[in-house]
């Protein structure tokens, strides 16, 4: 990504020597910034995904700076230190209510209903931390399924 001062370049490659900017300049700025940042959705699937690239870059760091593995630069010789993250889309759940889920896979492929509403529960359960914490999860959901959710009533 470039810099802040290299996009203050004129078309022929010089810097400008510029104290402040005017409005329109600061605009241009900003949308070659904007064209160059790669939005990616705010959820747990993504979080999680650029969390485990993290620690991965973070163990290999003095291997890589020693032999460096990314695209090669264009400027300057010689490659990135790391590959770029690249999200894998792996599919999303949405409640329905009514005891129903819908859930996309990457591509064209939905499924509705209560089945999906049970993967959903496995897949869930599947992504506790301990195993503690995945019986309690399971347990409320059975009490939930036997007493209902008005708690008033046990």
Avoid at 21 to 44: C, G, R, W, Y
Avoid at 84 to 95: D, E, N
């Amino acid at each position: 990504m470039k810099s802040f001062h290299e996009l203050l370049k004129d078309s022929d490659g010089n810097s400008k020597e510029l104290k402040e900017l005017n409005i329109e300049q600061f605009k241009k700025a900003l949308a070659q910034v904007d064209s160059q940042v790669k939005m990616l959705p705010a959820t747990a699937q993504v979080a999680a995904q650029e969390g485990s690239y993290l620690a991965d870059c973070f163990n290999r760091m003095k291997t890589c700076e020693q032999y460096p593995e990314g695209p090669i630069r264009i400027r300057g010789a010689g490659r990135h230190r790391f590959k770029p993250f690249r999200y894998r889309h792996l599919g999303q759940f949405a409640p329905l209510g009514g005891e129903q889920t819908a859930y996309q896979l990457p591509g064209d492929w939905v499924h509705v209903g209560h089945s999906t509403q049970w993967l959903w529960y496995s897949v869930y359960a599947s992504k506790q931390f301990s195993w503690r914490t995945r019986m309690l999860v399971i347990s409320d959901w059975g009490r939930r399924f036997i007493f209902g959710r008005d708690s008033s009533s046990i």
